[in-house]
């Protein structure tokens, strides 16, 4: 079992900058594969960004070229540089992993892109 807790979020205008962070309750180096997804009001959750243990990354066409995920095995901790945010970058955004067959959530942190 692990537990996530992201935190970075908050309100920034357009243009801006933010990190998140997603911390776990224990070592991620055996968890292959994780990512980071966003969800608004009345719409389903989209996945952002995804990487796996050898680094290799998947991007939301919209965010390509914007937002960098990254992983720290020594930190336990994954993040999302988020650059040049938009209006639509305006979401819940969720940490996400796959462990011993088990789907993990964090809580979610909010982000609010907005002038």
């Known amino acids: 079992q692990v537990q996530f807790v992201e935190s970075g979020g908050g309100m920034v205008q357009p243009g801006g900058s933010l990190r998140l962070s997603c911390i776990a309750s224990r070592s991620i180096r055996t968890i292959y594969r994780m990512g980071w997804y966003r969800q608004t009001p009345g719409k389903q959750r989209e996945l952002v960004a995804d990487?796996?243990?050898?680094?290799?990354?998947n991007y939301h066409d919209s965010v390509k070229g914007r937002f960098t995920i990254s992983r720290d095995n020594e930190k336990n901790t994954m993040y999302l540089q988020m650059s040049s945010l938009k209006p639509d970058d305006t979401a819940v955004y969720y940490c996400?992993?796959?462990?011993?067959?088990?789907?993990?959530w964090g809580r979610g942190t909010q982000v609010t892109v907005s002038s």
């Open positions: 990487i796996t243990t050898t680094g290799t990354t």
């Open positions: 996400n992993a796959v462990a011993s067959g088990f789907q993990y």
